[in-house]
C-alpha cells in the first residue's frame, strides 16, 4: 500500500517541484484513475486526526474532573454533578474512540485498492501500444516453410492433448505427453539449476496453498480476488505465483540490514482463473488455468532496489539466451502496468508461429508498497529505526510458454521439434520430438 503519511507531507520533491500527494495525483492519472479514491483517503486521515484530537481533549477533560472528584471524597464535599460530566465525558470519549476507529478502517480499506505509485522512468501510455522497446536478443529464424503455431505441432506430434483435458477438467487445461512432458520437467530443472547455482538464489519450493491474509500481503486481494481459485469451506486459495507465498515468507518480521539482499528462486504450479479474457488464446497452451512458472524474489534495501531490479530481470533474460530464443526486454507504460508495480519490465519471446512476440515474464520493482502491506521491514542495529524493505519479483521462467517458444522456434519442415543444446543434457541427450514416445 502507498505511504498514507506521506500524503500529509508539505515539502516537495526538488526533481519535480511537487508534493508527495501532487505526485501521486498524477500517477493517478497516468494510470487512468480518477482522484477520487485518494481524495476520499485525505478527508479520512484529516477527520480521524481531528477525532483523535477531540478526544484527547475529552480525555484530559476526564482526567482534570476526575482529580477534582477524588479531592472532594477526600474533603467529604458533594460531587454527584462531576459525577454526572465524569460519565457524559466517558461517553463522548468513547464516541469519539469508535468514530476514529471507523475512520481509520475505512482509511485501511481505500489504502488497499489504490495502487502503487509509479517510478519516474515509467513512460506515460494510453495503452501496450505504448510500451517502449528497451532492448532486443536474438535473430528471428527464416523459414523455408510456414511455421505452425504450437498446439497444431503438439497435436500432430501426440504430444498435447487438449480435448482429453477438457473431459477430464474443462477448458483451458492440457495432458503434455511424451517428450512435451519431459521437456516441461526439463525446463523447471534447468531453470532452477541456473538461478540457483549461477546467479546466487537459495532454491525454495513453498506451499501451492495460501490464506487470504498472504494475498492482502501481495496485492492480489482485495482488486483481484476473482482471478484465484478458492477452496470452499476454508481460507485457502491456490497460488496464482510463487510471489505470494514467498513474499509472504518473511511476512511481520524485521529482518537485519546485514542479510539483504534476500534472493529466493521457486517453483510453483501457478492457478488462475482468468477472468476477464473470454475468447482469448483459446487454443493451447497459452492461457491455462494451471501452468508451471519459475519465479525470482528479492528483499533489497530501498537504495538498492532499482540496481537490483535491473539485475533479477537479466537473470531472466539468462535463460533465453541458454535457450538461443530471440526476445525483445519491454518497459510498460503507465496504463500497462499492473496494480502493485512502481516499475516493471515484461521480456517478450518471438513466437513464429504466432507470427508475434508474447510475454514469458514480467519483472516488476514494488518499491516498499508489499512490505507495507505484509509488515516486512529491516534495520541495521539495535537503536535504529524499522524501515521497510523493497521487493522485486519476475518470471525465470514461466515454463509452459518456454516450452510454446521451444516449439515453435526450434519446428523442423517434417514437423519434429529440435532440442535446444543448453536442454539436452536434461533430456537424457535426446535431440529431437518427433513423437510422444
Known amino acids: 500500500m502507498i505511504d498514507v503519511k506521506a500524503l500529509d507531507r508539505a515539502d516537495k520533491n526538488p526533481a519535480t517541484g511537487l508534493t508527495y500527494l501532487e505526485e501521486y495525483r498524477q500517477t493517478l492519472a497516468n494510470r487512468g484513475w480518477d482522484s477520487s479514491l485518494v481524495d476520499r483517503l485525505t478527508e479520512m486521515n484529516s477527520r480521524r486526526k481531528n477525532l483523535i484530537t477531540q478526544m484527547e481533549t475529552a480525555r484530559a477533560e476526564q482526567n482534570k474532573v476526575g482529580e477534582e472528584i477524588a479531592r472532594r471524597k477526600r ?154 481459485f478458492h477452496l470452499e469451506g476454508h481460507d485457502y486459495h491456490l497460488v496464482p505465483t510463487a510471489e505470494v507465498p514467498v513474499t509472504n515468507y518473511f511476512a511481520g518480521e524485521t529482518l537485519r540490514e546485514a542479510e539483504l539482499p534476500i534472493k529466493f528462486c521457486a517453483y510453483t504450479p501457478c492457478f488462475r482463473s482468468e477472468a476477464g479474457s473470454y475468447g482469448k488464446d483459446t487454443k493451447g497452451l497459452i492461457r491455462q488455468h494451471q501452468f508451471n512458472k519459475i519465479e525470482l524474489v528479492m528483499f533489497t534495501h530501498p537504495d538498492k532496489s532499482y540496481e537490483l531490479h535491473e539485475q533479477l530481470t537479466g537473470h531472466a533474460e539468462v535463460v533465453l539466451k541458454k535457450l538461443e530464443l530471440p526476445y525483445r526486454l519491454m518497459s510498460l507504460c503507465s496504463k500497462d502496468i499492473g496494480f502493485g508495480a512502481a516499475k516493471c519490465y515484461d521480456i517478450e519471446v518471438w513466437l513464429p508461429g504466432q507470427g508475434q512476440f508474447r510475454e514469458i515474464s514480467s519483472c516488476s520493482n514494488f518499491e516498499d508498497f508489499q512490505a507495507r502491506r505484509a509488515n516486512i521491514r529491516f534495520k541495521g542495529g539495535d ?32 514437423g519434429s521439434i529440435a532440442i535446444p543444446q543448453a536442454l539436452q543434457p536434461y533430456m537424457g541427450g535426446l535431440k529431437k520430438i518427433s513423437s510422444k514416445g
Open 383 to 414: 537503536k535504529d529505526k524499522p524501515r521497510f524493505v523493497h521487493t522485486l519479483n519476475g518470471s525465470g521462467l514461466a515454463v509452459g510458454r518456454t516450452l510454446i517458444a521451444i516449439m515453435e522456434n526450434y519446428q523442423l519442415e517434417d
Open 75 to 228: 474533603n467529604k464535599e458533594d460531587a454527584n454533578q462531576l459525577l454526572q460530566e465524569m460519565q457524559k465525558l466517558s461517553g463522548t470519549v468513547k464516541d469519539l474512540d469508535k468514530q476514529a476507529q471507523e475512520a481509520d478502517e475505512e482509511m485501511r480499506q481505500l489504502s488497499l485498492v489504490l495502487p502503487n505509485k509509479l517510478h519516474d522512468s515509467v513512460p506515460v501510455g494510453q495503452s501496450a501500444e505504448d510500451n517502449q522497446e528497451v532492448r532486443a536478443y536474438g535473430e528471428k529464424r527464416s523459414f523455408a516453410f510456414k511455421p505452425k503455431e504450437h498446439w497444431e505441432l503438439g497435436e500432430n506430434l501426440g504430444v498435447l492433448d487438449f480435448e482429453r483435458a477438457g473431459k477430464v477438467t474443462g477448458a483451458r487445461f492440457s495432458f503434455l505427453r511424451g517428450a512435451a512432458a519431459q521437456m516441461e520437467r526439463a525446463l523447471i530443472q534447468f531453470m532452477l539449476d541456473l538461478h540457483s547455482r549461477d546467479h546466487g538464489y537459495e532454491e525454495m519450493i513453498p506451499p501451492f496453498i495460501v490464506n487470504g491474509t498472504s494475498l492482502l500481503g501481495t496485492g492480489q486481494f482485495p482488486k483481484f480476488r476473482d482471478d484465484v
